[in-house]
């Protein structure tokens, strides 16, 4: 039993080491733009959940020792992760005054096109490229609306400083209308994962649902900060650490059990 019971805490050892990984880069982002925050999920494996009700054979008399041999070790059980989700929640809006500078509040995110493909980002700290193009701090081109078409016919040409971006994301240069910019949504978040550099993209063997987004508003002027609350992260971390403390001297415990076990027990004269 101490076998299957050192395993179970080893578990959880484990579990919340990625839990800590997950809020250290948490508190590692606070200040980046767009940043959205991760969440650590776990669930609790049991055996006797995953089994035909034939294989296990639960007594029908008396709990004894002997009645629960039948069972085979099948009361096995610990602690597996679910996976990390993206907190999608609104941060702050943090007025900058820059024209390129623009923040969505809402559900929307920018498109924008990689070497790799279409991407999407929250973050809209924005600049020209050498070709006058609207585009991220990696130099990765603003793609204005056209869902389904070419994303190189969705580039948006700047001639000029001197523009205005709408809260329904239309971009006015010299006032006049120039192009509209694409902010998408997913109709499953769950699809979207984050890849790196302030960037999403749809998971594998996944579909988020791409839609145009009919609620969310461009603010120009404005970059969004990250959604981190540092004290809440914080307190967690706490949380976490002391709950691996734990389970440390959890298996401590079960490793002295398995000692005396070797080399006291045979040594016992009954």
């Known amino acids: 039993m101490s076998n299957k019971g050192i395993y179970t805490a080893l578990s959880g050892a484990m579990a919340q080491a990625q839990r800590l990984d997950t809020i250290a880069n948490n508190i590692a982002n606070v200040n980046t733009t767009g940043f959205k925050k991760d969440k650590q999920t776990f669930y609790e494996y049991l055996t006797a959940n995953e089994k035909p009700p034939d294989v296990i054979q639960v007594p029908r008399i008396p709990a004894s020792i002997e009645s629960f041999y039948d ?8 602690v597996d992760t679910a996976g990390t989700y993206t907190d999608f929640s609104q941060g702050q809006l943090k007025q900058t005054g820059g024209k390129l500078d623009i923040a969505i509040s809402g559900k929307g995110l920018f498109e924008v096109l990689t ?18 193009r609207l585009a991220t701090k990696q130099g990765y081109p603003v793609l204005k609306e056209g869902l389904g078409q070419p994303a190189t016919a ?13 809260e329904d994301g239309n971009i006015y ?54 959604n981190v609350n ?3 992260e914080m307190t967690e971390m706490i949380q976490a650490t002391r709950t691996f403390e734990s389970t440390q001297k959890a298996i401590q415990a079960f490793d002295m059990i398995n000692e005396k076990l070797v080399t006291q027990i045979p040594k016992l004269n009954f």
């Open 154 to 166: 969705r580039f948006i040409q700047i001639s000029s400083g001197n523009i205005a971006v709408s």
């Open 71 to 78: 069972m085979q070790g099948g009361d096995r059980g610990f």
């Open 173 to 226: 240069e010299n006032n006049e209308p120039l192009a509209k910019l694409s902010i998408i949504e997913a109709q499953n978040k769950d699809a979207i994962g984050k890849i790196g550099q302030s960037l999403f993209m749809e998971k594998p063997n996944m579909q988020a649902g791409i839609i145009a987004s009919q609620e969310s508003k461009t603010h120009q002027g404005f970059i969004e900060s990250s």
């Open 115 to 132: 070497p790799q493909g279409i991407r999407y980002t929250r973050n809209g700290k924005f600049q020209l490229d050498s070709q006058g």
């Open 230 to 232: 540092v004290i809440k």
